[in-house]
C-alpha cells in the first residue's frame, strides 16, 4: 500500500474521509464495548434512544452543545492560522471568573449587566490565550503553553471560591453566593438551555466563518496559516495575525464560560462541574468541522450527543463514566489519522 | 554520455536517465552519472540544478520517476535511507546531524551498534577508522567540544561504520576553515586509494580541480557536461556550469548616458542570519530605465541586498527611491512602488494551497479595490485576476484553481502579474528565470525591459550570466558582502565575472580594473 500525494483534495474527499472515520470510531468503540462486555448495539441504541429520543435528552444534548459551539467556532479559526489552542478549558473557566466577579461585585443596572457578564468573559478569555500567543514570539509552542495555562486557571478558580470570593452563606462548601438575579440567563423552561447562549453561539459561528471567507483578516490569517514564508514576503505580521487570533478563540471559549455560570450554574464553583472537558472536546468539534466555523453547527452537535449519551451509558448501562472520554479519543485518533487520506490517494499493491 | 566502459567491471555506482519532477519543475531530467571505484566524482551546478535532489534520489528519500540506479552492474531500487546504507552508500550531510551533549562513540552506536552498551563495541572500531584513513577523532570526546570540521569527520566515520563503498559528501566544506578544508581532501585521497568512490559536491572550482578525478556539470536538471579534471581549468569549469543560455543574444540596446539617479544605495551594512556581516558598506546608484545586474555565487549577500531593499531585513546605511529615503515594512514599500520577484516563488512568492485569484490578490488584498473596508471585494479580486491571467497569459484551468498545480513557469507569470501591477518603479528580480523553459523565460525578459522603457529601474539578480549580460546595463558582482563594480556591461565578459565571482580582485581581471561606481 502506497499513498500518493493529491495536488489539491477535493471538499467532497474531506467530507466522506470525515464519515468514514467517524464510522471507524465507532466501529472501534463497539469493539471496546464488546471486550467491556455489553452489546454494541444495546450501548448504541441507548445512547440514541437516551438523547434523541425524547425532550429531556434532547434538552441535555443542547445544554452541552452550547460551549461546544462557542468554543469549536473559535478553535476552528485558530487551527486555520496554524495557532494550536489546546487550552479552551482554561479560557472557558478564566471567562467564567471574569464573568462571576462582573456578576457579584460590579454594581450595574440589571439591562446591562448580562452584556456586560458576556464582555468580560469574552475579555477574561482572550487574555488568557493571549499570554500563549505572546510567549509564543519568544519560540514558547503554544500547544504547551495553552495546555500548562488549563492547569493553572483550575487553580485561580479553586483559589477564588475557597478563599477571597468563598461566599457568606456557604459554609463548609466552596463556591461564591448566588449571582443576583438581574446576571441569571434565561432558559428554556424545564431544561438547562440558556438559550441566549445558544445564539450567540450561532451567531459566533456564522461570524467567525465570514470573518474567514470574506474579511481582509481572514485572508492574512490564511496567508499566515498555509505559507508563514509568503506572509513575511508580503509584510503581514504573523506575530499580530496570532495576537488577534488569541483574543478570538479565547474569547470565545470566554464566552462559554459566561454562560455555563449565568445559564446554569449561578455562581462561580469548582472548575471540574463549570466545565465537562469541553474546551478539549471542542478541539474534536473543531477538526470534524475541518476548520470551518460555520460547520460546527454541525459538528457540535455531534459531539454533543457522545457527551449526553455517556451520562445515559452511566446511568442506564451503568459504565463508567470515563466511557465518554473513550469515545473522544478514538474519534479525535481516527481523525487525526484520516488526514493522511484526504491528502493522498491510496494505491494498492506493491509498486505503481 | 555513458558508454559501458569496455574492458573494465561495471562501475561502482551509474545512475541512467533519473527523471524527478515537483509540482511546477523538472528536478533532473534525464540525468546519467556514473562513478568508478576508487574515484571522487565532482558533482558541480548552480544552486537549484538538481544536485540536493539527485541525492535525495541516491539515499532514498525520494523515488525517481524514471531512471534506474545500478550498483556494481545491478539495478537496486533505494526505498529508504537504511536501504541505502544497506547497500553502502552513506551520506556526509552538509551540517552534522549529532547529539551534541553524547560522546563520539554515543553517537556512532546510535541505530548502529548493538548489545547493552553499544558504544563500547563501537569505540575500537572508531579507533581503527580513525587511524587507517587519519581521521583523528577520539571515539570518547564529547561531540559539543568538537570543532566543524571533526564533527564532519565523525559522520564520515558514521558512514564508513555502516560499510559505505560509496560516500557522497553534500557541500563538505561549506561550513570549514581553509586548514580544515585540505585536512577533508587528506581524508579523502585515502579513501579513494581504498578503493572507495566518492560524490563530491561543492561549487567552489578550486576544490574540485584539487580533489576531483572528473566533474559532472548539472545545470536546470540536466547534465550538460562531463570531463577529467586533468586539463581542466577554472575558466572551462564555469563555462560549464554556467552554460551557453537561451539565448545569448543581447537584448537591449546601448545605455544612455547620464540617466536620472532613480535608487541611491550608500554604505548599507547588514548582518545574515547567523550574525555574520552578510552586507559590508554597499553603495551604488539605479537609474531611471535602466538594469543592474546583480552576479555573484549563492550566499554573498544577494538576497540579503534584495531582502534589505524590500523592507525585509534589517540593515544601516541610507536609500533613497526618488531622492525620498526608503524606509517601512515589506507591504509599505509595495505601495510606494518598490516590486519584488523573490527568489523562492514556492515558499515565499505564494501561497500553494490558495487559488490564483487569492495569490494574485496577495498585495493589495487590503485595500480599495480588492478590498471595502474590512470586508475583501470578492468580485473585484476575481475580475483583477481575470485580467492579470489573461494579460500574462498564465496558463490554469481557472482562476479559481490553486497556483500549486500550476507550472513553474505560469507561477512566475502569476507573480509577475501582482508585482507589476501598479507600475513600481523600482523592480527587485531575483533569479526570475530560473527553472524556466525558454518560452517562459522571454517572456519574463520581455516584460522586465518594457518596464524599463517605462522608466522603471530593475535590479536583476541572478547566478545565469548570460542572462546578466543579455539584459543588463551595468553589472556588479558581490563577493563576501561587498559589491564589485558595477561595470558597464561593454567592459566585462563571462570570463572576467566568473574571476570575479570567485573572488578576484578587480585589479587583476582584464577588463574590469576601469569598472565606475556610478
Redesign the interface.
Known amino acids: 500500500m502506497r499513498f500518493i500525494p493529491l495536488?489539491?483534495p477535493s471538499t467532497t474527499r474531506a467530507g466522506l474521509v470525515t464519515l468514514a472515520s467517524v464510522a471507524v470510531a465507532l466501529a472501534l468503540c463497539a469493539l471496546i464495548f464488546v471486550f467491556y462486555g455489553v452489546s454494541p448495539a444495546e450501548v448504541y441504541s441507548t445512547m440514541l434512544r437516551g438523547t434523541l429520543g425524547d425532550s429531556t435528552g434532547l434538552a441535555e444534548v443542547g445544554r452541552r452543545t452550547i460551549p461546544l459551539l462557542l468554543i469549536g467556532s473559535g478553535l476552528a479559526i485558530a487551527f486555520r492560522a496554524q495557532f494550536f489552542n489546546i487550552g479552551g478549558e482554561g479560557q472557558l473557566l478564566l471567562g467564567a471568573v471574569f464573568a462571576a466577579g462582573t456578576a457579584l461585585f460590579v454594581p450595574l443596572p440589571g439591562p446591562i449587566l448580562l452584556p456586560a457578564v458576556f464582555i468580560m468573559g469574552a475579555v477574561g478569555g482572550g487574555l488568557w490565550a493571549l499570554i500563549a500567543a505572546l510567549l509564543r514570539r519568544l519560540n514558547v509552542n503554544e500547544i504547551l503553553s495553552t495546555l500548562m495555562l488549563n492547569y493553572i486557571a483550575v487553580a485561580l478558580v479553586t483559589y477564588l471560591i475557597a478563599g477571597p470570593w468563598k461566599g457568606k452563606d456557604v459554609r463548609g462548601y466552596i463556591y461564591t453566593d448566588s449571582f443576583p438575579d438581574a446576571a441569571n440567563l434565561p432558559v428554556i423552561a424545564g431544561t438547562q438551555v440558556h438559550w441566549p447562549t445558544l445564539v450567540l453561539g450561532v451567531a459566533v459561528a456564522l461570524g467567525l466563518q465570514w470573518l474567514l471567507s470574506?474579511?481582509?483578516?481572514?485572508?492574512?490569517l490564511?496567508?499566515v496559516g498555509?505559507?508563514p514564508?509568503?506572509a513575511?514576503?508580503?509584510?503581514?505580521?504573523s506575530a499580530r495575525v496570532m495576537t488577534i487570533v488569541a483574543l478570538i478563540t479565547g474569547g470565545a471559549a470566554g464566552l462559554a464560560g459566561a454562560g455555563e455560570v449565568a445559564g446554569i450554574h449561578h455562581r462561580l464553583l469548582e472548575a471540574g462541574q463549570i466545565s465537562l472537558g469541553y474546551g478539549f472536546t471542542a478541539v474534536i468539534v473543531a477538526w470534524l468541522a475541518r476548520g470551518n466555523p460555520a460547520l460546527c453547527l454541525i459538528t457540535a452537535p455531534v459531539m454533543g450527543v457522545i457527551l449526553a449519551g455517556g451520562d445515559i451509558l452511566k446511568i442506564d448501562l451503568n459504565m463508567p463514566f470515563r466511557v465518554v472520554d473513550v469515545f473522544s479519543g478514538v474519534i479525535l485518533l481516527c481523525l487525526i489519522a484520516s488526514e493522511v487520506f484526504v491528502r493522498n490517494r491510496v494505491v494498492w499493491g506493491a509498486r505503481a | 554520455m555513458t558508454q559501458p566502459q569496455p574492458n573494465s567491471s561495471p562501475p561502482a555506482l551509474e545512475l541512467r536517465g533519473i527523471t524527478k519532477r515537483f509540482p511546477g519543475v523538472v528536478a533532473n531530467d534525464g540525468v546519467d552519472l556514473t562513478v568508478a571505484a576508487g574515484e571522487v566524482l565532482a558533482l558541480l551546478g548552480e544552486n537549484g540544478a538538481g544536485k540536493s535532489t539527485l541525492i535525495s534520489i541516491l539515499y532514498g528519500l525520494y523515488q525517481p520517476d524514471e531512471g534506474t540506479v545500478q550498483l556494481g552492474g545491478q539495478t537496486v531500487r533505494i526505498g529508504s535511507p537504511a536501504e541505502a546504507k544497506k547497500l553502502g552508500i552513506g551520506l556526509v550531510p552538509q551540517h552534522p546531524l549529532l547529539v551534541s551533549r553524547h560522546s563520539v562513540a554515543e553517537n556512532l552506536a546510535l541505530g548502529g551498534g548493538s548489545g547493552l552498551f553499544p558504544a563500547r563495541g563501537v569505540a575500537g572500531r572508531v579507533r581503527e577508522l580513525s587511524e587507517k584513513y587519519g581521521l583523528e577523532v577520539g571515539p570518547t570526546a564529547r561531540v559539543s567540544d568538537l570543532s566543524p570540521g571533526e564533527k564532519q569527520r565523525v559522520e564520515i566515520i558514521r558512514a564508513l561504520l555502516g560499510g559505505a563503498r560509496v560516500l557522497i559528501l553534500d557541500e563538505p566544506t561549506s561550513v570549514l576553515t581553509p586548514q580544515e578544508a585540505s585536512g577533508l581532501f587528506r581524508v579523502m585521497r585515502e579513501l579513494r586509494a581504498d578503493g572507495r568512490s566518492l560524490i563530491f559536491i561543492s561549487h567552489k572550482l578550486d576544490e574540485v580541480l584539487d580533489v576531483a578525478d572528473r566533474v559532472t556539470v548539472l545545470r536546470r536538471g540536466k547534465v550538460v557536461g562531463g570531463v577529467p579534471t586533468a586539463g581542466a581549468t577554472r575558466e572551462s569549469l564555469a563555462e560549464l556550469m554556467v552554460g551557453r543560455g537561451v539565448d545569448f543574444t543581447r537584448k537591449r540596446g546601448a545605455a544612455p548616458a547620464n540617466r536620472e539617479v532613480l535608487l541611491d544605495v550608500q554604505n548599507l551594512t547588514a548582518s545574515g542570519s547567523r550574525g555574520l556581516p552578510a552586507l559590508r558598506s554597499v553603495g551604488f546608484t539605479l537609474g531611471r530605465g535602466e538594469v543592474l545586474g546583480v552576479a555573484g555565487i549563492a550566499g554573498n549577500g544577494q538576497s540579503e541586498l534584495v531582502e534589505v531593499l524590500a523592507g525585509l531585513h534589517p540593515a544601516r546605511g541610507t536609500v533613497t527611491l526618488d531622492g525620498q529615503p526608503l524606509t517601512g515594512g515589506a507591504a509599505e514599500r509595495f505601495q510606494g512602488g518598490v516590486a519584488h520577484i523573490p527568489e523562492d516563488r514556492i515558499h515565499s512568492g505564494t501561497v500553494p494551497s490558495m487559488t490564483v485569484a487569492d495569490n494574485l490578490a496577495l498585495r493589495g488584498y487590503d485595500r480599495f479595490p480588492l478590498a471595502r473596508g474590512l470586508a475583501r471585494d470578492l468580485k473585484a479580486t476575481d475580475e483583477r485576476a481575470r485580467q492579470d491571467v489573461e494579460q500574462y497569459s498564465v496558463a490554469t484551468p481557472g482562476i479559481h484553481t490553486h497556483s500549486r498545480l500550476l507550472s513553474g513557469g505560469n507561477i512566475q507569470k502569476l507573480i509577475l502579474a501582482r508585482e507589476l501591477h501598479g507600475n513600481p518603479r523600482l523592480i527587485l528580480a531575483v533569479h526570475p528565470t530560473y527553472g524556466l523553459d525558454i518560452g517562459a523565460t522571454d517572456q519574463v525578459h520581455r516584460v522586465l525591459l518594457e518596464r524599463t522603457n517605462e522608466g522603471a529601474g530593475v535590479l536583476l539578480v541572478s547566478e545565469d550570466l548570460d542572462e546578466l549580460l543579455s539584459l543588463s546595463d551595468r553589472i556588479g558582482v558581490m563577493v563576501g558582502g561587498e559589491l564589485r563594480g558595477p561595470f558597464p556591461v561593454g567592459e566585462v565578459t563571462r570570463e572576467s565575472l566568473g574571476l570575479l565571482m570567485g573572488g578576484a580582485h578587480p585589479h587583476s581581471v582584464p577588463g574590469a580594473d576601469q569598472g565606475v561606481g556610478a
Do not use: D, L
Not at chain 1, 470574506?214 to 492574512?220: C, I, K, L, V
Open positions: 495536488a489539491a470574506r474579511s481582509t483578516f481572514g485572508y492574512a490564511r496567508v498555509e505559507n514564508g509568503a513575511r514576503y508580503a509584510g503581514i505580521s
